[in-house]
Structure formats: structure tokens, C-alpha cells
């Protein structure tokens, strides 16, 4: 446990009134968006430089107090929850966009800027930062790349780790690396920025990056269609996918619909219901392309696999279309969900799903199961809400035994038991399901490396 004086000393690393200690700020920056742990840091510190942040680590190896990166706080692993009287660093007074350059197409960000701010000040100069979703209002670069966030997009231009140019990390010794320069092109060894992008925290903070910039899309559309089943979502991707440049191809459920337009404020995409949905987008550059669009989806129809659609003709259709899919997550959240974020190889998403839906429904006949995700990447959120009769504890203990099912059959496919959320605590226990214990000896040896104290995000990823 910190002492009062080890406090005192922190307070001197860092600008007046920036360490906090009372309990509302312990209890708001202990935490993200998961419900499983109660937050318990001991302390605060909010550094406005790298400099600072170097001497927070040097003070921690120095006293050996575990240090929790904090960003946005909308992260569902757990990786930013204090939860054993860790102190807290956060980076919300390193927000700064330090340098856009046009001619190389980035953004030089501290770890606190906002996603939100990034893209609005990409498209002030007429350019693309393609990494969205729904917590973009809130999440930070800083914890972006500290779980190398997905999104809505990653089926056209990737995960948060195409998009990181370079990098400034503090490692867990405190020193500062200056990763990649920025540089397209660098044949010069270990790439050591990709060992810090989705490493949580535990081998460094992240306090600078550069972040790739695109080029702005065209007339964005999106399509709207009901299915009659799941299997037909695949044949519908297939379909779209060969003829056209899809920006995404998104999924989910008429539970998961229904929940969206329980809360008033959206429209209903058309009357006929179905039992699944898929959302697709992409660049109508021409009448031509919007025509090929609608004959594939035509096709759709007579196969079968289509029951209804609608697609977007202007701005505000499109944001509404997009809103079926990405309120879903916000609108379950007061539902308690049990979340699993799993993913396997496109090519072997219609065989899984059918594993994982049967599992389920043999496993969960008395809870609402709400499916959705980013279907097109592999990347399936199965969302298991809790009975509001039934107590928390016993809800998620027994999600927790089926969960045993669902990871068992992720395995068989070589698949992924967190495909974009990270591991953190929630997962760190069903890690051996993706990893084998060989890989895993090697990563905490990289750990030792980084962080000789084991003073980084400890417990996160795998236990100490
Ligand atoms: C999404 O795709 C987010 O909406 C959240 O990754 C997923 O709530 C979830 O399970
Ligand atoms: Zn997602």
C-alpha cells in the first residue's frame, strides 16, 4: 500500500492539484465500462508531460507501486480498472493534436486526444481517420492503441495498428523510446512499436503518436438488409463483397434491433421483421456503383437470403442507418450483459456461428441472447443479458461456465477469445484459449524485459 509520505513525494512530480485522493475521482477514474470489478486505486496523478510521466514510473520502480494507464475509461476487458490500490495515471491533460502534415498524412497526437477530435480535425484539412466506433465521443488515442482498437471499419482499412505511424513510449524502467520516426519505410530490425499496440499498458505508456491520415471517402452509403436467417448473412457478404469496395458489413439481431428502437429517437429501418440484420457501406462514387448495389441486392432477394432493405440516399439516412448498429451497445448496457467479443476467419464464420448459436441456445434457454458485431471481419459480439430477478454474482458465475463451451469451440477454430477488446481482467483466465503456454512463457518474458518490477498494469493480460 502507498504511505501518506510516498504520496506527498508524488504530488511534487506533477503540477499543483493534479494528484487526487478523494473518493468520487477514485471511484470515476477506477474504472471503464465493465461491471464485474469494484474500483480501489489509492490514487490520481494526472502528468502534463513526458517528462512527468517518466518521473512517475522512476517514483513507482522506486516504492513499487503498481501503475494504471487511464484514458477514456470506455474499455469492456477491465485493462483500466484499479481495482487493488494501484495508482492511477491518467492522460486527460495530454489532449493536444501537436502537428498535422498534409504532405505525409499525419497527425501527431498526445495519448489523451479524444478519437472524436482526431477524425473532426482530420476532415478540417480534407483528409480521413478511418478508426470508428460508437465510444469515438469519448475513447482516447492513448487506450486505442493500448487495446488496438477495431471498430466499424477494420473490413476496408484495419485495426488501430495500420494507423500508428510512430510512437513515444515510457517503458515500465522509465525510459523514454522513440519508436519508428514515422517512417513508411524501416527495415532495421524488431518493430518494437507493434510490441506496445494492444499490450495494455503492461510493457509502457504511451505518450506521444503519430497517427496515418486517408483519404476522405466518397459519398458514403449504407444498406439496411433483413435476413431470413443467419446462415444467409455470409451468402449476402459474399455476394456484396466480390463486386464491391465495402467500407463495412456489419451485423445483428432483431433483440438487438428491438432494443435500439425501444429508446424512441430512431427510425425503423422498414416494417418487415426479421430475424437478423446485416448494414453495409460503401462509396457510391457513381450512379453506377448505386445501381450495382441494388442489383446485387436484388440477387439477394430472389436467392432467399434477403427479406427486406433500405439504402441510404443522403447524409442523415445514412447516420440513421448506422445508428440501428451502433446504439446497440449503449442501449443493453443497463441490462447487465455478459459480453463475449470472439472471432474466428471469415471463412469460417457461418460453420461457428452455427456451433456457437447452438451452444448457446442449449446453455441459455431462459436468458435473452443479443447477437451483433463486425461480421465481415470474423468478429462476432455475443451478448448474454442478466435476468433482472436474478443476482449479479450468480449471473455472471454462470455465464462463466458456458463460457467454458463457447472458448472451448473458439480454440477448435483457431479463433480469437477477444478480437478488439483486449484481455485485461475479464479475460485474462480463458487466455490459454488462444494462446498457447509456450507463446504466453514468451510474453511475460517480454514483460520482465520492459518491466523488470512488475510495476505496469500488473494482472492485466495474464495474473501475477
Ligand atoms: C461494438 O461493436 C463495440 O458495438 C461494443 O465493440 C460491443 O458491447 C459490445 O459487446
Ligand atoms: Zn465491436
Known amino acids: 500500500m502507498t504511505s501518506p509520505a510516498q504520496i506527498e513525494e508524488l504530488k511534487t512530480l506533477v503540477e499543483p492539484g493534479k494528484v487526487l485522493l478523494d473518493a468520487d475521482s477514485l471511484n470515476t477514474y477506477g474504472k471503464?465500462?465493465?461491471?464485474?470489478?469494484?474500483?480501489?486505486?489509492?490514487a490520481i496523478v494526472f502528468p502534463k508531460t513526458i517528462e512527468q510521466v517518466q518521473a512517475i514510473v522512476r517514483w513507482a520502480n522506486q516504492h513499487k507501486v503498481a501503475l494504471v494507464p487511464s484514458g477514456g475509461r470506455t474499455g469492456l476487458s477491465?485493462?483500466?480498472?484499479?481495482?487493488?490500490?494501484?495508482?492511477?495515471?491518467?492522460?486527460?491533460?495530454?489532449?493536444?493534436?501537436?502537428?498535422?502534415?498534409?504532405?505525409?498524412?499525419?497527425?501527431?497526437?498526445?495519448?489523451?486526444?479524444?478519437t472524436e477530435h482526431l477524425q473532426n480535425v482530420a476532415?478540417?484539412?480534407?483528409?480521413?481517420?478511418?478508426?470508428?466506433?460508437?465510444?469515438?465521443g469519448s475513447s482516447q488515442i492513448g487506450g486505442n492503441i493500448g487495446t488496438n482498437a477495431g471498430g466499424i471499419k477494420v473490413i476496408r482499412y484495419g485495426m488501430t495498428r495500420n494507423w500508428v505511424a510512430g510512437m513515444k513510449v515510457v517503458t515500465g524502467k522509465g525510459d523514454l523510446l522513440e519508436l519508428n520516426h514515422d517512417l513508411i519505410k524501416n527495415a532495421t530490425?524488431?518493430?518494437?512499436?507493434?510490441?506496445?499496440?494492444?499490450?495494455?499498458?503492461?510493457?509502457?505508456?504511451?505518450?506521444?503518436?503519430?497517427?496515418r491520415l486517408d483519404r476522405a471517402p466518397k459519398n458514403l452509403t449504407a444498406m439496411v438488409l433483413g435476413t431470413a436467417d443467419l446462415d444467409s448473412i455470409m451468402p449476402v457478404l459474399h455476394a456484396f463483397h466480390g463486386k464491391l469496395d465495402l467500407t463495412a458489413f456489419e451485423f445483428f439481431s432483431d433483440k438487438a434491433l428491438a432494443n435500439v428502437m425501444a429508446r424512441g429517437d430512431v427510425p425503423s429501418p422498414f416494417d418487415t421483421e426479421c430475424p437478423f440484420y446485416a448494414l453495409l457501406e460503401f462509396e457510391a462514387t457513381t450512379e453506377e456503383v448505386a445501381n450495382l448495389a441494388l442489383e446485387i441486392f436484388e440477387n439477394c432477394v430472389e436467392q432467399g437470403?434477403?427479406?427486406?432493405?433500405?439504402?441510404?440516399?443522403?447524409?442523415?439516412?445514412?447516420?440513421?442507418?448506422?445508428?440501428?448498429?451502433?446504439?446497440?451497445?449503449?442501449?443493453?448496457?443497463?441490462?447487465?450483459?455478459?459480453?463475449n467479443d470472439i472471432s474466428v476467419t471469415v471463412s469460417k464464420v457461418t460453420a461457428f456461428l452455427q456451433e456457437i448459436d447452438a451452444i448457446v441456445a442449449e446453455d441459455y434457454p431462459d436468458f435473452e441472447v443479443v447477437w451483433y458485431g463486425h461480421i465481415g471481419d470474423g468478429n462476432l459480439h455475443l451478448n448474454i443479458l442478466k435476468p433482472e430477478d436474478l443476482d449479479k454474482d450468480e449471473f455472471f458465475a454462470r455465464c462463466a461456465t458456458v463460457n467454458k463451451r463457447v472458448f472451448e469451440t473458439v480454440e477448435q477454430y483457431n479463433g480469437s477469445?477477444?478480437?478488439?477488446?483486449?484481455?485485461?481482467?475479464?479475460?485474462?483466465?480463458?487466455?490459454?484459449?488462444?494462446?498457447?503456454p509456450v507463446e504466453i512463457e514468451y510474453m511475460k518474458a517480454l514483460k520482465a524485459v520492459f518491466d523488470p518490477n512488475g510495476i505496469m498494469n500488473p494482472g492485466k493480460i495474464f495474473a501475477v
Open 78 to 114: 477491465a485493462a483500466a480498472v484499479a481495482a487493488n490500490g494501484e495508482v492511477v495515471v491518467s492522460f486527460d491533460y495530454m489532449n493536444q493534436i501537436l502537428d498535422v502534415n498534409l504532405t505525409d498524412r499525419t497527425a501527431v497526437c498526445q495519448p489523451g486526444v479524444v
Open 417 to 436: 477469445i477477444s478480437a478488439e477488446h483486449g484481455v485485461g481482467l475479464v479475460k485474462r483466465d480463458y487466455l490459454t484459449y488462444s494462446r498457447s
Open 305 to 339: 437470403w434477403v427479406l427486406d432493405g433500405v439504402m441510404s440516399q443522403n447524409q442523415t439516412q445514412l447516420q440513421n442507418l448506422w445508428k440501428l448498429r451502433e446504439y446497440i451497445s449503449e442501449t443493453i448496457s443497463h441490462r447487465t450483459p455478459y459480453k
Open 123 to 136: 476532415e478540417e484539412k480534407g483528409l480521413y481517420y478511418p478508426v470508428d466506433f460508437a465510444s469515438a
Open 189 to 211: 530490425g524488431y518493430d518494437m512499436r507493434q510490441l506496445f499496440i494492444g499490450a495494455e499498458g503492461t510493457l509502457g505508456f504511451v505518450v506521444e503518436a503519430t497517427m
Open 32 to 42: 471503464d465500462w465493465t461491471k464485474q470489478f469494484a474500483p480501489a486505486p489509492t
